[in-house]
Structure formats: C-alpha cells, structure tokens
C-alpha cells in the first residue's frame, strides 16, 4: 500500500524516499472507498457483527488494566488471568499521530468511521 499512498500524496513513488507519513495514510483513507481499504484498515462494522452477538461486556483497550479486573469480577471469574500487554503505548501516542492532520481531515475521516464510533461509545474530540 506504501506506493499507493505515495502516489496518491506525492504523485509520484520512488524507490529511495520514506515511507508514507500517518497524515499521507490519513489522506489515503480519506479519498479511498472503504470497501477497498485492507482488513486491517476497515471499520469494524463492516467485518463484524457485534450487535449480532449475545455480548455483555465491551471493554476498551485503552482502558483495558482497570477494565480487564472488572470484567472478570462481573462474569464471576476468580482465578487472576492476565492478559498479555505488548506495545503499552502512552496515553498521548494517539494525539502525536494526528498533530499533523488538519481538522477537515480529522472530520472526514471520522465520517469514514463513525459506525465504529458509535458502536463503541467514542466520540471525535475523545479519538483526535
């Protein structure tokens, strides 16, 4: 996807220049149909169908230490489980990502994902 994104940003990929920029990858998502964006990339709504599902619980994995211990005390699990937790990134990684997009992009983008956001309860000024 790198040359695509570089094309679409740059107007032009060459072999020996960086890879795509988050706000480059930001445009990208902005100005691709959703239905082309890889799985990684695609708003959960369209790959699962949580509200389908006999859920309980939605727990957020930014959240997810006070959370996690909640959870099992809810479903009446005793035994301590701990999760792995790899790439415990700081509470301000996200806000670093989007200093270099602008707000009409952060709106735009929000609109290609709002089914996500309201399905998790976030809102925009919570994601950027």
Known sequence: ????????????????????KFNEFVKFLINT?????DEHWQPIALRCRVCQLPFS????????????????????????????WENKGGG??????????SEEQKLQLFGKFISDFKMFGYTPQ???
Not at 33 to 37: G, L
Not at 57 to 84: A, C, K, T
Not at 92 to 98: E, G, H, I, S, T
């Open 57 to 84: 619980h939605i727990l957020h994995y930014e959240n997810i230490s006070s959370e996690w211990p909640q959870f099992l005390d809810n479903v009446g699990i005793i035994r301590n489980m701990e999760l792995p």
């Open 33 to 37: 149909d959703i239905q082309q964006y």
């Open 126 to 128: 919570y994601a950027f």
């Open 92 to 101: 301000n990684d996200l806000k670093k990502y989007f200093e270099n997009v």
């Open 1 to 20: 996807y790198s040359k695509k994104i570089i094309r679409l940003s740059r107007g032009r990929w060459r072999r020996n220049k960086s890879e795509p």
